[in-house]
């Protein structure tokens, strides 16, 4: 091989090299470019997720606040009913007891019939 040969063959893997750099430094910048793109929707969809929290947040709250509302409803029925009930047990007890035959009452009463 002879010196001719030699720059022949430098100039050549010169050449290659710097084709190589340029589609070195294309692909990167490409890759730049679709990242950016990529943070970008990233971003977004993180954006997004924060506004489903708050949403799906803000719901369950006002949920809670609506059941434990119909809870204590339903709780202060419940009371009110077992206070209606317990009321209407005592007057038919109490108006079973006045409405008892004399005759019946003052066996009772009385011993000596025993």
Known sequence: MDSAEVTEIKRHFDATAQGFSAEVADVKRHFNVVGEG??????????GLLSLDEKVER???????????????TQAMIKFS?????????????????SRPASTASKRANPAFL
């Open 82 to 98: 077992h206070a209606e009930l317990d009321r209407r047990i005592r007057a038919s007890k109490r108006d079973s007891v006045r």
């Open 59 to 73: 719901r369950f709250t006002d949920l809670e606040q609506r059941m434990d509302q119909r809870f204590a409803e």
């Open 38 to 47: 990529l943070r970008s929707e990233i971003r977004q969809v993180a954006e």
